[in-house]
C-alpha cells in the first residue's frame, strides 16, 4: 500500500492541485511559476495543496510540450562568500519581479566543471544563463551561443568572447585606492594581485601603477605580489611583502578576501593595523564591515551587477537578434578604518 502511495504523489499534476486548492489551472500557474501579482491568501491555499499532494513541477516536461521556462540558470564557483551572495541577491530580486525563478549551479571552485552543466542548462530547464564563474572558458560559451541560447557574463570580461557582459570600473577602482593612500602620506604601497588570466586583475593592477607614475613614485616591482584572489594567498603574499628589506608602509588588495588573509598575516606578525600597516581592500563584502579594524575598501555594486545582468539576459530572451552589450558600473571609495598615515608622518605632525 505505502508502494502504491509514492507513486500515486509522483504522478500528481497541476489539475489536481488547481482541483484540491480550488482555483483554475491558470492560478495555479502563476503561483507555481513565482509570479507576483496574486493574491497572498490565493498564493498560500494553492501552496497548501500543492504540498498536501506532493506536487513536483515536472520542467523539462513544461518544456517538451512547447511552453518556455520561466527560470533561469545562474553559475557561481561557490555560496562561501559575499561577493557571490551580493551578486546573487540582486539576480533573485530581479527575477522575482519578472516572474522568474531562480536555478543555481555551483562549480565548487573546479575549472572545468562548468562544462558538465551545458546539456543540463541549455535543455530547457531554464531559458538563460548567468555566468560569474572565473576563467569560463570561451568554447563553454560559445557552445551555448550555437544553440541560441542566451548567455551574460558578470564580471568575468573576456574580450575575446562575443557575449553580453557586466562589470565595473575595475582601472579607476584601483588607481582610486592606491592614490587614497598617497594622499595619507604613503610612498612604499605593496599590492597583491588577483588573478592575473582575469580581466578584473591586470585592470586593478594597471590603475595601481598608475597612480604611482602620476604621483612621481617609482613603481618598485618586488611590493607586487601575484596573488588569486583567495584568503590564503593573501596571508601568504603579506608574509612575503613583511619579510623584504623595507616591508611596505600599505598594501591595496585586489579584493577583500585577500585583504582579510592579509591582515591575519600583519596580525601573526604583531604589527597593528593601521598604525604599523594600512591596509585596503576590494568589493565590499558584508565581511569587510565586521573584521576588525573595519577595511578600508573599493565598493562594487554586487546586487546592481545581478540586477542589470537579469535585465539584459531577459532583452536576449525576448529578442534573440539583440547585438550584446556591455554595461560597465561604477565603483566607490569606502574609507573605514584599515588606512592611516605612516607612523613617521603621524610622529612628525
Known sequence: ??????????????????????????????????????????????????GELGYVANLQARSLAGGRSRYIGLLVPGLDNGYVGGISQG???????AGYGLMLFTTHHHRGQELGYIDTIANGLTAGLLITVPLVPKSYVEALQQQQFPVVLIDQADTSIRSSVVDTTNWQGGYTATEHLIHLGHRRIGFITGLMALRSATDRLAGYKMALKDHDIPVDESLIVEGDYMREMGY????????????????????????????????????????DISIIGFDDIPEARVVHPKLSTV??????????AVELLLEQIDDPDLQPKHITLSTQLIERQSCAAPKALSILT
Open 1 to 50: 500500500m505505502q508502494r502504491d502511495g509514492s507513486k500515486k504523489q509522483q504522478n500528481v499534476t497541476i489539475y489536481d492541485v488547481a482541483s484540491r486548492a480550488g482555483f483554475s489551472v491558470s492560478t495555479v500557474s502563476r503561483v507555481l511559476n513565482g509570479f507576483e501579482f496574486v493574491r497572498e491568501s490565493t498564493r498560500e491555499r494553492i501552496l497548501e495543496a500543492a
Open 91 to 97: 539576480v533573485d530580486r530581479a527575477l522575482a519581479s
Open 236 to 275: 601568504a603574499a603579506t608574509r612575503q611583502l613583511l619579510t623584504s628589506e623595507q616591508r611596505p608602509t600599505a598594501i591595496v588588495a585586489a579584493n577583500d578576501f585577500t585583504a582579510l588573509g592579509a591582515m591575519e598575516a600583519i596580525h601573526d606578525e604583531g604589527l597593528g593595523i593601521p598604525s
Open 299 to 308: 565598493r562594487l555594486p554586487l546586487e546592481q551587477m545581478g540586477r542589470v
